[in-house]
């Protein structure tokens, strides 16, 4: 489904990267582990087309992502990548419901049907209660649940997520890490998560270790 190929990147004379393979299969849960300045979250940037690699290609079912311009590329990610980060990036003056319906409103699809969805993802996430409050009328667990309904909402073939559980305590991480795997049966849904989460990694179906720019195991 996705694949690196001696990917490298440096930004000035650091290099981060020095020429990553891998394969990321449908349906899979990838955890990417290793300690800071291993080159996760340039990695992880990489494969979900936020940055571009300096030499090395990054093909979605076999196509290269770097050659499809920049406004391709950009429907391209909002159509078929969704993104989870440590911390959830909503939008405060904007409710659960529509923070998470904005993703397919750039995608051009129809209110209705959209906040249809919403409503049915925030449902699924045990946050149908909170489908009408700021996120500062929620809990961070909620927050983070919201992100990932906010993720969800262009039904996505990948997911990328980056210290998901970074800013939750262990009781709302359990439960984060619990519904990825809830929406891979469920949905069939892909992930590739950077964590230091050692409970989360050991739960994926693959991890990686990365050290010093390279992929060690």
């Known amino acids: ?77 909002n159509r078929h990548i969704g993104f989870i980060f440590q911390f959830h990036n909503l939008l405060p003056e904007f409710t659960a419901l529509e923070n998470v319906c904005l993703p397919a409103y750039l995608a051009g699809r129809s209110e209705k049907e959209t906040r249809v969805r919403a409503r049915e993802l925030l449902g699924m996430l045990n946050l149908e209660r909170r489908a009408d409050h700021k996120p500062s009328e929620m809990s961070g667990g909620e927050q983070q649940r919201t992100a ?40 069939g849904q892909t992930f590739v998560i950077v964590t230091h989460n050692d409970q989360l990694a050991e739960m994926a179906d693959r991890t990686i270790t990365m050290k010093d720019g390279h992929i060690s195991e």
Not at 3 to 19: C, D, F, P, S
Not at 43 to 67: A, C, K, Q, R, Y
Not at 172 to 185: D, G, P
């Open 1 to 77: 489904m996705l694949q690196a190929i001696n990917v490298r990147k440096k930004y000035n004379t650091l290099e981060v990267l020095k020429g990553i393979d891998l394969t990321i299969e449908k349906s899979e849960i990838v955890s990417i582990v290793g300690s800071s300045g291993a080159g996760k979250s340039t990695l992880l940037h990489i494969l979900g087309t936020l940055d571009n690699p300096d030499s090395g290609e990054v093909l979605f079912d076999g196509t290269s992502v770097s050659s499809l311009g920049r406004a391709n590329l950009a429907k391209f990610r």
């Open 148 to 187: 990932v309904a906010r993720a969800l909402i262009n039904s996505p073939e990948i997911i990328f997520a980056d210290e998901p559980s970074g800013n939750l305590d262990s009781q709302n991480a359990h439960e984060l890490h619990q519904i990825f795997f809830l929406l891979r049966k469920e949905l």
